[in-house]
């Protein structure tokens, strides 16, 4: 059984019953979310239908077409993975399609459900999930029979595939299968048939790129609340790293855009006046809002860069908008933001103000221009406290008499934190904070219980007083709002937080995470000589508290806490919407050179990333080496009615290469894996397209063009599993 049934399993029998709890199987009367079935006097999960008594012998209850089912291995949103002995299951088949680009994923995101072959949609009536059950992670649009799979057994057929990892497009056929496009089932025109097939498989979709398109759009966030300047010191120092490490082999920079936002967003008036009160920008608008998430180019003209500019460019013909080294004009304006801004910051909002959000004004709408549509879009952000996004709900700030026992910027971790399972609105320490509170870090997360709101058009909650809910935003939509922005986000963005965080596995296995009294820093506030606050979950080894800064009453070092940084647990989550496209850093790092070196080899190597980081199932046992089983086709980027990018897939594949093969001494295009572990250290296997001599003098590939390739891999099995052929090696 998976995790995830586990976990809904466990949950729903803990539901229902006053004594003894009856689980799956047990006798009638059942938990709540159970259903009982009078035949058997049995125990039904949801999903599974109540099987008839045969001969006084007790029926084992089985699903149909949509019910739970167990996978087996643990596949990812670019896997397909099937399970076809999965007894649960009418047809034994268990399904996990890849989530396609443009797939929607509802929350909780959808897992493997009980499939069955097909011929049209209509065979395809299934189970729906109940949304009544925030723990039911059955489908929710309903089913379609389409083509999930172009190589391995299940190899172009048809099965019913879940709506929630559809596209828009829906299911069309793929070109593999198209046509005669069978005889890429491994030149087998008559692949086995649905019920013969047996264990596990797995099918993993990649994107090569081989004529990257250099463009990059750079976004940085850089946290102006009080206490952030060592920090952006730091940041600054080791800027130049980053922009080194985007150079290509010639020593150019991509043709580069650099923004630079901050995580002032006011707080809707909550507070009349002061560092989060309304504040009179640039074009001498007043807002409630802070900055707006606008780009920040203040004191420009010194940097020096050309007025009336939004953001930096370098443009790989030479054309530049500033004077100088772009690393010295970015340290110059982001020192010149300042550290005066709003301390219950909104780090992430700012994203969604400054790229996402329209009715912001012109400076606004016009900054959205910044970004290209086929350039790659990094996101980095720097701060030393957790997000607190909320606008435009802002009731949870201001002067509140019964908070005054605590920091303002507690209120962000107690209200949007979880720890063991259970909400810091609870009591320790509570909300408001009437108890310290001590909790391995490891063990806490960001809440994902989001109050409706009107910036996510769901609805509003009075957050001015304690809910049950958090008053922050909703992280998933925040980004799944950046993901929008882009028609491939998976191969067109990358995030990276330098942010609170551990510096190591071994930090993070001590840290704590830990809400305790320290001195007011408000000295005329004599009635709370101390107040409760958030402690830093990382230091910089370079000031670490010690005996000769630290307050013998309450046993914390201010000192050392303007070098650390409180728990992001709300920005590691954000990071983690990203997958293998999100970066976490420390900002306890002693020095950023290497956190900033990482970020731009990474978009670097994205922009045309040739490595093969899975594990491929060997085809042929006999024949040495590894004979990995994909289709491999070109991918050319063209330009729709709408002005969109969208690739056109050759129906043609390309051949594995012949042994000691060389670009331009090959008959026809092909491919091969080699042997690289310096440029691909996760697992040396890097992907190299031949050309013939004749494409070679015709000139490169349109820029942007990719290889697209769909492998069987060797899945990552749960315990219990029987290992898959070809991946014992």
Known sequence: MNKANLLLLTSLALAGCTSTVPLEDMPCPCATGFVCCDATNQCLAPGEVCAPNDGGVRAKAV?????????????????????ASASECPSRLCLKPVVQIGATMPDPPTQATCSQSCSQDSDCNGEFRDNSNPLDQRCMKGYACGIPFVKGDLCCKKLCVCKDFLGAAGVPTPIACQAEGDKSCDGNTSSPPISSVRGVGEQTDIYVTVQPNRQVDLVTMIDNSPGMAPKVSKFNAAFSKLMDALKDSSGSLPDLRVAIIDSDLGTNGQYLSGSCGPKILSDGNQSPFGDLGRFQMFGGSACPVSPGLQYLEHTTSGLVNYTGDISSVFSCLTSNLGTLGCGEEHQLQAFEFGLVAGGLGAANDSQHLMLRQDAYLGLIFLSDEDDCSAAMSDGMFGDKPD?????????CATRAHACGGANLTLSPPGYPTTAAFTHAF???????????????????????????????????????????LK??????????????????????????????PIPNPNAADTQHPTVYDYWPVCYDPNHLPSAATTDPATGFDATAAAWGATGGLRESAFVDEFGKNGLKLSICEPDFAKPMQTIGSTIAGKLQNLCLDYKLVDADLVTPGLQPDCRVAYRVPQTDGLGRTVYNEDPASLPLCPTGATNGNVSGDCWQLASDYTTCPASGQLVQVLRTAQEISMGPWTAGTKVGMNCRTCPATLPGSVPVPGCDY
């Open 442 to 484: 490891s063990d806490c997360q960001a809440r994902t219980d989001s109050c409706p709101n009107p910036t996510d058009a769901n609805g509003s909650t009075d957050t001015s007083v304690p809910t049950d809910c958090s008053p922050l935003k909703d992280i998933r939509r925040l980004a799944q709002e950046i993901k929008g």
């Open 63 to 83: 699903g149909r077409l949509g019910s739970s089912c167990d996978l087996l291995v643990d596949a990812g949103p670019a896997q397909g993975a099937y399970n």
């Open 487 to 516: 028609d491939d986000p998976d191969n067109q963005i990358f995030v990276a937080g330098i942010f609170g965080w551990p510096r190591s596995a071994a930090d993070m296995a001590s840290a704590e995470y830990k809400i305790a």
């Open 403 to 411: 908070l005054r026992g605590e920091s303002a910027s507690l209120r």
